[in-house]
């Protein structure tokens, strides 16, 4: 199963946003980007993108699905009705996804390799020992 572990937000100021995330939800900077701060929540990575033309507005730009065998995720996606937009891993450690349109016109990216902060497969928490007293 593909996991969403990436969540890109377009926004005025990425300086202001993530000084919010950290302060309201104690995310934690985990990089910078070109246009923007990644920051995470230990799971998932939210990457903060200042807007850059009179056609973005702020909001959701895009979500990233990690998998584990890209060539058959891009095969699935595609028999689902996803088209190709953009981009692809140069080598297999390579950082770079692959972009795709939904049939609804949502974008969203495939990797194999994830994005920084997040973790793939999430261990659930241990609960506490119960007490026989």
């Not at 000084?19 to 985990?30: G, H, P, S, T, Y």
Request: proline residues 5%; glycine residues 8%.
């Amino acid at each position: 199963m593909a996991k969403l572990r990436h969540i890109a937000l377009i926004v005025p100021d990425p300086e202001a946003s993530a000084q919010f995330f950290e302060k309201a939800f104690d995310f934690k900077r985990v990089g910078k980007a070109r246009r923007g701060i990644y920051l995470s929540d230990g799971t998932v990575n939210v990457a903060l993108l200042k807007i850059e033309n009179e056609n973005e507005k702020t909001g959701i730009y895009h979500f990233g699905m990690w998998v584990d065998d890209l060539d058959e995720a891009e095969k699935k996606a595609s028999a689902a009705g996803a088209t190709y937009l953009a981009g692809r891993p140069t080598s297999p450690n390579s950082f770079y996804e692959c972009k795709y349109r939904s049939p609804d016109g949502i974008v969203f990216d495939l990797t194999h390799n994830g994005w920084a902060g997040a973790v793939k497969d999430v261990v659930p928490a241990k609960e506490p020992a119960k007490s026989h007293a």
